[in-house]
């Protein structure tokens, strides 16, 4: 079953619903998003009854939690959620995996009181509860951690305004070690039995070490082919402390110089957000959604033919800080940029804080260079 929430439900999705004519909760955003598709909706009622029996159960946000802590009656589910979304609690968990990973959690109003020269910098301070990079500071010099204090009491009530507690809240922060190494995002599933099911790898590259937005991930055939044995490992690893069955998430990790896996955060019962998981569908033909709700497995070695030396590129085009005003965006001039263009998904700037998504494919490692610098100033009219 799937529960569409908002932001944002795509049209690649809303075509495979209708298709498969898997059951689709009845709310507002269902009935919204449907349009001329005919979708197979259910009632809370039968939602509740395919949610007790064990039915698998896909979200496009987590905005759709609140309707599961609500009707859930199985225990380990809600307990699963809450470990993936509190990253105090998974860390808490995981200590048996991290013995020396530093973290604390301590809450918000106490931040101030907080000694910067106790802690081992760099270190990264982010909500305990939380989502797309908000509210997420990396802290090197006392400098660093004098602007995130200013920042989270001039901005975290925006924050409130725009997402529920359940996706991002419960007043609380952790500060933690700075995880060196490449990060990573990574669609997985656990299936009936707890194994880790890998249905997409991204590279998220940055800008800077102090840059932590989300402007670009990328995936290929050489990054699933170098890390999908030893991320299927961590996962299954990590699994064995965690327990999760018929079971999605979007997990962020970072893999060290020595090979070490640390994760950064889990999102449970979803993929990549705002439908960003259907770069996998761009790139290798795999929609992820239908490849849990059915129980398949990638067939990599089919998948990854002719995929050499071709990058797919997921692109959050997130407004400039400060952002001018803007009459208007030019993405015409922006998708001249790159070799080809998958798909260009518009949103209105003027509600959200992104221009949209973009989705590429390319050979010019250049192109990823270019996406990852700009502050899209350049395409504002």
Known sequence: MFILEKPFVSNELKDYLEASQAAVLKNDVALEAAGTHKLHLVDDAEARERLTSGERIY????????????????????????????????????????????????????????????????????????????????????????????????????????????????????????????????????????????????????????????????TSKEIISEKLAPLTEFFNRVNGVLGAKNFPAHVELRIERNGNVCPIEFNPMRFAGCCCTDVGLFAYGVRTYEYFIENKKPDWEKLLKGKDGKIYTMCVLNKPVPCPPIRDFDYDALCAKFERVCCLRKFDYNANTIFGFLYTETTNPEELKFIVNSDLTEFIR
């Open 59 to 218: 979200t496009t946000s987590e905005n759709a939690l609140n309707w599961i802590y609500a009707n859930a009656a199985d225990p380990s589910l809600t307990a699963t959620i809450d470990a993936m979304k509190n990253k105090a609690t998974m860390r808490r968990l995981l200590k048996s995996v991290y013995p020396d990973f530093f973290f604390e959690e301590i809450d918000a109003e106490n931040l101030k009181n907080v000694k910067f020269e106790d802690l081992p910098c760099p270190v990264v301070l982010k909500p305990s509860v939380g989502f797309f990079s908000v509210g997420v500071y990396t802290i090197h010099t006392r400098e660093d951690w004098t602007r995130a204090l200013s920042d989270i009491e001039s901005t975290s009530e925006n924050w409130e305004k725009l997402y529920p507690e359940c996706v991002l809240g419960n007043g609380k922060f952790v500060i933690e070690k700075y995880i060196h190494g490449e990060e990573y995002a990574v669609d997985v599933y656990f299936d009936e039995n707890g194994n880790a099911v890998i249905l997409n790898i991204l590279k998220h590259d940055f800008s800077s070490e102090s840059d932590v937005s989300d402007r670009l991930y990328y």
